[in-house]
């Protein structure tokens, strides 16, 4: 799903707010979202997940197309914890 297509889901459920609106919505929702990783905030959103940053140590890898040693720098990277409510409505395991 794109954010488009979230956009255009929510106004769908929501016929008493413009398409307009809907957008802004969704774009101040994600913004929040970046803005609170970017502080090194941790995002926990109860039955869906939550997201934090995590840093990664400089590393020596490998080009694996040429297999030259090259120094990989330290940087930091976001993690998506799944929420047990979410896990469990898209468990596909069948019962019995």
């Given amino acids: 799903m794109t954010k488009s297509e979230l956009v255009e889901l929510v106004s769908q459920r929501i016929p008493e707010m413009s398409k307009k609106d809907t957008k802004v919505i969704v774009n ?3 913004d929040s979202i970046v803005d609170s990783l ?18 990664r140590d400089a590393r020596a890898g490998r080009n694996p197309k ?6 990989i720098a330290e940087n930091r990277t976001v993690s998506f914890k799944t929420g047990k409510e979410l896990k469990e409505r898209i468990d596909f395991k069948s019962v019995g």
């Avoid at 970017?38 to 840093?55: A, C, L, M, P």
């Avoid at 040429?66 to 120094?71: A, E, F, I, K, P």
């Fill in 66 to 71: 040429t297999g030259v040693m090259v120094n």
């Fill in 38 to 55: 970017k502080k090194g905030e941790k995002i926990e959103i109860r039955g869906f997940g939550s997201f934090k940053v995590k840093k």
């Fill in 28 to 30: 101040v929702v994600f």
